[in-house]
């Protein structure tokens, strides 16, 4: 039977020897069955933590002339405060306002290819506003970087890979991102009583690993399990939610399940959800070619079976989203792909800063429309007796965001 919970682990566990094997077990369950779980015990101080959701809650209250000086359009690299209502997930626009962080890193030099634009420093709020704000979140992604590496290690452990088996795929000072994402109620939209708000449409994150700190009381995260079904991950506190991304999946050979998710707006009168992802980075010099004539070594055939017998006891897989971290397309390397996905998200910062990619995605974009068109024509006439259909399928977009 398809899950209709989420697993809670606890990562204290995995640091010990002799509790250890029952983490892995665990662990296997929810990467084979889920693709989603909570994470408690991950050794975040706990006045660290209240830190964290203080000062990124409060980001939002500094008055919009601050926030507007350090918006995303103001520099090429995708980091910085998005207005409400500036990004789009599965064609339709995001109902939610933002930061984007990373960690940080000098501006590229010349000649780098384009998507090193994506590395570069933060556009942090004025110290005169909030005065911590840039001290707790440089604390805070540098222990999340360590914390994000360590579980990956215990992930290729899981499914019998050797502990070291990601380690290719990050660089010495890699990279990892993280937002502060408010998400207004219904009523502050405008959008009226009854009506599903979209906080964040369904997608799957792209990369590996991605650890959401829940930083308010609110429902709104849904996972979507191998039937189709909908099932809410409500706030626990003292937890992370851990989300399995595409290039997990990829590269464990699909052994490690990357689910389809969303988040509703809040209800009219129930205020704005708070959340805080943070997503583990990847190498982006790495090429698709790298990633699936190399991977990770191959998964053992008897974890692999362990998959499969899921997927049957479920009758397949049905995603609102489907799978696609594969070679083939415009992008090399996952450097090009994120920045293509970057300015699909972003517009406003492509019309700006890459015009011509934003232009080569828009004419995709135009093609895709124009076959799916004709899929639905040739259908229609088939069933009227006419020719037969051909296949069309269109890419979908991998995003970050919870």
């Not at 929810?30 to 203080?54: H, R």
Request: hydrophobic letters at 40%; aromatic letters at 8%; charged letters at 25%.
């Amino acid at each position: 039977m398809s899950f209709t919970s989420i697993p809670i682990l606890d990562l204290a566990l995995a640091r010990d020897p002799q509790t250890k094997p029952q983490f892995l077990a665990e662990l296997r369950h929810a990467l084979m069955e889920v693709g989603f779980l909570y994470l408690k015990n991950v050794g975040i101080p706990d006045d660290l933590w209240q830190q964290v959701i203080s000062e990124g809650i409060a980001f939002f209250d500094i008055p919009k002339e601050e926030k507007l000086k350090i918006e995303m359009k103001n520099a090429p690299s995708f980091l910085g405060y998005s207005q409400l209502s500036a990004e789009i997930t599965a064609g339709k626009i995001d109902h939610r306002e933002q930061i984007d962080l990373s960690t940080e890193h000098p501006v590229p030099q010349p000649g780098a290819p384009l998507y090193e634009n994506l590395l570069a420093p933060n556009q942090w709020p004025s110290p005169a506003v909030l005065p911590r704000f840039r001290d707790v979140y440089t604390d805070y992604m540098r222990r999340m970087g360590a914390i994000s590496i360590e579980f990956t290690s215990l992930i290729a452990e899981a499914i019998e890979l050797p502990a070291d088996a990601f380690n290719r795929y990050f660089d010495e000072d890699q990279q990892h991102k993280l937002k502060i994402v408010k998400y207004p109620d219904v009523a502050e939209l405008g959008l009226g009583d009854g009506v599903e708000g979209q906080g964040v449409g369904p997608h799957k994150d792209s990369m590996l690993t991605s650890y959401l700190l829940q930083a308010s009381n609110h429902r709104g995260l849904q996972v979507q399990n191998m039937q189709g079904q909908w099932i809410d991950c409500p706030p626990i506190d003292g937890t992370l939610v851990v989300a399995i991304g595409q290039g997990m999946e990829a590269l464990t050979q699909g052994v490690c399940a990357s689910t389809t998710h969303r988040v509703l707006s809040p209800k009219a009168g129930a205020g704005a959800r708070f959340s805080i992802p943070f997503f583990q980075g990847v190498r982006a010099s790495t090429t698709f070619e790298e990633l699936e004539d190399i991977g990770v070594g191959q998964v053992p055939e008897a974890i692999k079976q362990q998959r499969q017998k899921v997927l049957e006891a479920n009758g397949g897989r049905l995603d609102d989203v489907e799978f696609t971290f594969r070679k083939g397309g415009v992008a090399k390397t996952l450097g090009e792909a994120t920045l293509r996905n970057r300015v699909k998200s972003h517009p406003d910062v492509g019309e700006r800063w890459y015009p011509d990619i934003l232009k080569d995605i828009r004419e995709q974009q135009a093609r895709e429309a124009a076959a799916l068109k004709q899929k639905q024509e040739q259908e229609q006439g088939q069933a009227q007796g006419g020719s037969s259909a051909v296949d069309v399928s269109t890419q979908a977009q991998a995003v970050e965001a919870h």
